[in-house]
């Protein structure tokens, strides 16, 4: 361009916008950049400075400044900062400008302020512009904080309409939200209870857990409804009602009782004047997410206790005081008291995790000063000494609880310590509740705390099933059940995730999966391609299904796909073994396939996020999170039908039925055998959904993000258990 415009004006852009101005001396100078004084005190090694040198050598350089182009600029009075740009022509006519790369250049004009009062300005103009920038940001988080609390709470009234609906092929209500004050017509189809056939159906009606001083009900005989299927009867429900209880019988005066296999129906009673008492519910564990975790054990007694506390009941929580626990996450902590057992002076500490209320056990033995949670010779006797210690707190500071809840064998004395001696001591009024997440430890403590326990439940129905012949659990069927586990809806949220590049939820779940999967394929080095990206995040044991791992990556390959797995091997042999395969894999498919053989928290969160597909192929699995975590960040698992597995995952081309009965859609891919031709058979299945149907693989991925896998419904679950066991 031989003709060049300046266009400048006056007005006061900041200081740091003025770095790139080196560039005029190449190009373009102006003439008034020849007087300028710059303020420079303190502000020596700034761009600005070395500009105004550079540009002072140059006009003593005449070689250099014959290159230059002029352009005289009449500097009015009271300007303070001269800016401009270069363009090819007259404003309004120009088409090619330079700009400084959006910034423009920019000069300050010298003496027109006092040097101070010009630095206090700009002070002040940055001070606001933070400001301004700090009110935007927090305006986003406040948005973003609503619109997280709003999606929570629809989540957790869907799942709770659900909840009331997921009987309705026996039991439901018209309307499906009872009011107080108002008459309601109950719908029963006997067809799969007990009273199958019976030529009278009688509903026996009470309020308020059968406590409501008008009830029972006289029984009530029911009479045929118009959908052929179900009996129904009315009841009307009292303004002091905060819950309807019922079974049915087939006679007015008994007989044979559908009473739901003891638990009763209930439903909940909105609108009352009179709310229902809330349960105190205390935990006795050895383990805490995230104070004192090793696994999910640790996960299930903070996020199962927080969500029961939510549904407004009362829960303690008591722990053993190790050394070696994460402090930083304790809050209030304070000394409670000091009471002498079992030869041993115990001291209690007070504080709160994750909003709930902890009680620390320390004996002054010092049993849990051992540097770890489990792994010295006298595990047995120190959690032994906990169980007994906490049951003594309990007693001695005239605690009542209406349930506590105990876990696994390193809690399990609990069970068989209240039953032998605590109950006759005066803490009468509890209910033992056990929980078994593992089965492959302990089973003889474990069957002892199943004689024990009021109630007992495991991680998933079917895992629940599958352990029904187990020596420890045979004969205590009939208190057993399985109640899934949930996902922390906080940890495990891509709307408010640090680790993956953009935030989304179901709205925006390809834009957001898209970044997640291109960030991913940059980090691990992987090709940028648009190819179907299976994950496997998971500890590397047998229980988790090697060799079908091992299978379904080199399938994956097959299909074009990539795969990324994130594991670690307690096993050396099984470590080393991957690592031999990530080298094959270095040399074969650089750039298709990653495994990073290591524990890393962030990378799963960005595999959750960045892949099509998660897979689980675990030989058994009790309830299993990985594949929840999956549906919640909109990726499509592909799991072996075991455990929970075949709870929680309904295949797309085989389940729509079985899902039907949980108000669910199918939401992955699962097989049976475990062995090659069974991942093939849904891996095989599900790469071809991506290939061929993007459309619909793209509602898959926003349907699954919208089920509900948290602790929503387990809690209402293990509410109606807590509630089963007082009565
Ligand atoms: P298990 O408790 O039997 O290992 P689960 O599926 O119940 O299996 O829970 C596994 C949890 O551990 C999930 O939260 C998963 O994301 C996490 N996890 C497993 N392996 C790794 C790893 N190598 N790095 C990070 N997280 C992992």
């Known amino acids: 361009i031989c003709n060049a415009y300046l266009l400048a004006s006056y007005t006061r852009p900041l200081f740091f916008s003025m770095l790139k101005q080196l560039q005029l001396i190449i190009s373009v100078a102006v003439e008034v950049p020849l007087n300028l004084k710059v303020p420079l005190r303190g502000y020596k090694s700034s761009a600005l400075y070395k500009w105004y040198i550079m540009w002072h050598r140059s006009q003593t350089s005449r070689y250099f400044f014959k290159e ?34 959006l910034q423009d250049f920019h000069a300050i004009v010298p003496k027109s302020i006092p040097a101070e009062l010009y630095w206090v300005e700009e002070e002040q103009k940055i ?18 904080a609503e619109k997280t609390a709003s999606m929570k709470a629809l989540t957790k009234e869907r799942t709770l309409r659900t909840f009331l609906l997921s009987q309705k092929h026996i039991v439901y ?4 939200d009872v009011q107080a004050g108002k008459t309601v017509t109950v719908f029963y189809n006997p067809a799969n209870t007990v009273l199958n056939g019976k030529p009278e159906i009688w509903l026996r009606c009470s309020f308020n857990r059968w406590t409501h001083h008008m009830s029972p009900l006289p029984p009530q005989k029911m009479f045929p409804s118009e959908n052929g299927s179900h009996l129904k009867a009315n009841v009307k429900v009292p303004l002091d009602a905060y819950m309807m209880d019922f079974v049915f019988s087939e006679k007015e005066d008994g007989g044979v009782f559908d009473n739901k296999n003891g638990m009763d129906y209930h439903v909940p009673v909105f609108g009352g004047i009179v709310k229902e008492p809330p349960m105190h519910i205390v935990h006795i564990a050895v383990e805490m997410a995230p104070i004192a975790k090793v696994g999910g054990l640790g996960d299930v007694v903070t996020s199962l206790s927080r969500a029961v506390q939510d549904l ?17 996450n304790v809050k209030d902590f304070q000394f409670h008291k000091s009471y002498s057992w079992g030869g041993t002076q115990i001291k209690v500490w007070f504080g709160k995790v994750e909003g709930l209320s902890v009680y620390f056990l320390e004996p002054q033995n010092g049993f849990f000063s051992v540097g770890c949670i489990y792994g010295r010779g006298n595990d047995g006797e120190r959690f032994g000494l906990f169980c007994h210690a906490a049951l003594e707190f309990l007693l001695q500071s005239g605690f009542h609880p209406d349930i506590i809840h105990c876990h696994d064998w390193s809690s399990a004395p609990v069970a068989w310590l209240y039953k032998e001696h605590y109950r006759h001591y005066g803490l009468n009024k509890a209910r033992v509740v056990f929980t078994i997440h593992n089965l492959e430890f302990g089973a003889n403590l474990i069957g002892k705390a199943m004689l024990n326990s009021d109630k007992a439940t495991t991680v998933s129905p079917t895992y629940s099933q599958e352990v029904s012949g187990n020596p420890a659990i045979a004969p205590y069927l009939f208190k057993f059940r399985g109640i899934l586990n949930g996902i922390d809806q906080d940890i495990w949220d891509p709307y408010n995730d640090k680790f993956i590049p953009l935030s989304y939820t179901s709205e925006n779940v390809i834009e957001g999966k898209r970044a997640a999967k291109e960030a991913l394929q940059q980090r691990l080095g992987l090709k940028k391609a648009d190819q179907p990206l299976v994950g496997i995040i998971t500890r590397l044991t047998h229980q988790k299904g090697i060799g079908l791992i091992k299978h379904a990556i080199w399938r994956t390959l097959d299909h074009n796909g990539q795969v990324v797995l994130l594991g670690s091997a307690p096993d050396p042999r099984i470590q080393n073994d991957f690592v031999n395969l990530a080298n094959q894999l ?12 290591t524990y890393d928290e962030p990378l799963s969160h960005m595999i959750y996020a960045g892949a099509d597909f998660i897979l689980v192929p675990s030989i058994f699995e009790p309830c299993g999170l990985t594949q929840l975590i999956a549906m919640r960040y909109g990726s499509i698992p592909i799991v072996r039908k075991t455990g929970g597995l075949y709870d929680t995952v309904f295949d797309v081309d085989h389940d729509k039925e079985r899902a039907q009965v949980y108000c669910l859609e199918p939401n992955g891919f699962n097989f049976d055998g475990a062995d090659a031709a069974g991942v093939d058979y849904a891996l095989n299945r599900a790469i071809s959904a991506w290939y061929n149907g993007r459309e619909w693989f793209n509602s898959l991925c926003k349907r699954v993000m919208e089920q509900d896998w ?14 089963a066991a007082r009565k």
């Open 173 to 176: 209500t018209d309307p499906l």
């Open 312 to 328: 407004n009941q009362n829960v303690d929580i008591i722990l053993p005081k190790y050394d070696c626990w994460k402090f930083n």
């Open 586 to 597: 270095h040399s074969s498919h650089n750039d298709r396939a990653r495994l990073c053989l």
């Open 127 to 144: 001070y606001r512009k933070l400001k301004e920038e700090r009110h935007l940001r927090e305006e986003t988080a406040r948005a973003k």
């Open 68 to 101: 230059l182009i002029w352009s005289p600029v009449v500097v009015p009075k009271g300007a303070l900062v001269l800016d401009w740009v270069f363009a090819d022509g007259p404003p309004q006519q120009a088409i090619v400008y330079d700009n400084n790369n």
């Open 710 to 723: 948290s602790w929503n419904r387990p809690a209402l679950d293990y509410l109606e258990l807590y509630r």
